[in-house]
């Protein structure tokens, strides 16, 4: 595997999956509102002032929905949504309501707290200086954003598609649609960009067939100004269970947790042998399971709570049974992807139909 380009390949998809990381997506202009009138720009300009950008001082509420086609929502009734804050210099804020309870988090520059009402336990992890830029980014994050877009050009056509107003700021349209040539569910990914911070502002990824986005992660609020320092100072709620780390301080339990889970993941990364197949938007990673298909289920089967619990049962509701040279299986489709896993434990993963998962499974050793 050619680790520079595989790292690329996922940096690419990485950059618009971490405008969702960064919760910065907003609300399209209303029916009828005309586009903002902003100066022209190119994508090469545009990408390169996102990747060069710092996240000033704002608040902001932001929603999150998705229609993937699944059988079960990934998300609370489709949605989910949390308040974010940022002081402009590395210290942040965000709260998740959920129906019974609010998760906080809190970075004050110096450590990150997290504190689950639910439990009323409180994380703290002590990381030192604040997180710099380069730490976040890279050391020269604009050479990065040219690279991403250099390779991510090789699939696609990327260009500047307009003006819009995201949460009443105005925003650069910026798509990214796969050449006609490659086979993928996607038809095309949409991110607005503030026209004055270079913040992205709005996410859409768009699936063939699709009128409404698969996903969408957007602002619904968002005020960019100097805000309350109190927002980011944290004290412990009374009574709370306060759980402390510190970098590498092996010594704590929490930290031989995170550790031993860690080594496990890797361990278990390893033991798949996970490879990636074909190029661009017909990319599928691929890897084989540490035994077959059937000895997994009757585990599952075993470990099922309650009686009536039917491992094979289950997996037949939301998948098809399919076949061919390779073998039989079972393929799981979404409005964005598609998973084939064979009765030997091969599995095949990518944002493709499911006749590439077949051409590339005979690859997965």
Same mark, same amino acid.
């Given at each position: ?5 595989? /790292?690329?390949?996922?940096?690419? /998809? &990485? ?13 399209? /202009? ?24 710092? #996240? ?48 906080? +988090? ?98 859409? #990824? ?8 698969? #996903? ?17 100072? +944290? ?42 197949? &074909? ?11 540490? &035994? ?18 039917? /491992? ?11 076949? &061919? ?41």
């Amino acid at each position: 595997m050619n680790t520079k380009r595989t /790292a690329l390949a996922v940096a690419g /998809a &990485g950059v618009l999956a971490g405008v969702i990381g960064l919760g910065v997506l907003a609300m399209p /202009a209303g029916a009828d509102e005309p586009p903002p009138v902003l100066p022209q720009i190119s994508a090469d300009q545009l990408v390169e002032s996102v990747a060069t950008a710092k #996240v000033p001082a704002l608040a902001g509420k932001v929603t999150a929905s998705e229609n993937l086609g699944l059988p079960m929502k990934l998300l609370p009734e489709g949605t989910g949504s949390a308040s974010v804050w940022s002081d402009g210099q590395n210290r942040y804020r965000a709260t998740l309501p959920s129906r019974t309870s609010e998760k906080t +988090f809190v970075e004050d520059g110096g450590t990150l707290w997290s504190w689950d009402s639910q439990s009323n336990t409180v994380s703290k992890f002590v990381h030192g200086d604040a997180v710099t830029k380069e730490k976040l980014a890279g050391s020269d994050p604009a050479t990065l954003g040219k690279d991403l877009l250099n390779l991510v050009r090789q699939y696609s056509d990327v260009k500047v598609d307009g003006t819009a107003r995201v949460a009443t700021r105005p925003a650069y349209e910026l798509v990214v649609t796969p050449k006609p040539t490659e086979r993928t569910l996607l038809r095309e990914i949409r991110v607005a960009v503030d026209s004055e911070t270079r913040l992205p502002l709005r996410l859409q #990824v768009l699936a063939n067939g699709q009128s409404e986005p698969a #996903v969408k992660v957007e602002f619904t609020e968002l005020t960019v100004g100097p805000q309350n320092a109190d927002l980011f100072k +944290f004290t412990p709620p009374q009574g709370a269970t306060v759980k402390e780390r510190k970098e590498g301080d092996s010594s704590d339990k929490g930290a031989r947790g995170d550790a031993d889970m860690r080594k496990g993941m890797g361990n278990l990364l390893s033991n798949l042998k996970l490879q990636t197949i &074909g190029e661009g938007w017909d990319t599928v990673l691929g890897a084989k399971l540490p &035994g077959d298909l059937n000895g997994m289920l009757g585990q599952m089967q075993g470990n099922g709570r309650g009686k009536g619990f039917d /491992a094979n049962a289950l997996l037949k509701s939301f998948a098809k049974e399919v076949s &061919g040279s390779w073998g039989s299986g079972y393929v799981f489709s979404t409005k964005v992807g598609t998973a084939l896993v064979t009765t030997d434990g091969r599995v095949a993963v990518g944002a493709v139909p499911e006749q590439v998962l077949t051409e590339a499974i005979g690859q997965v050793k």
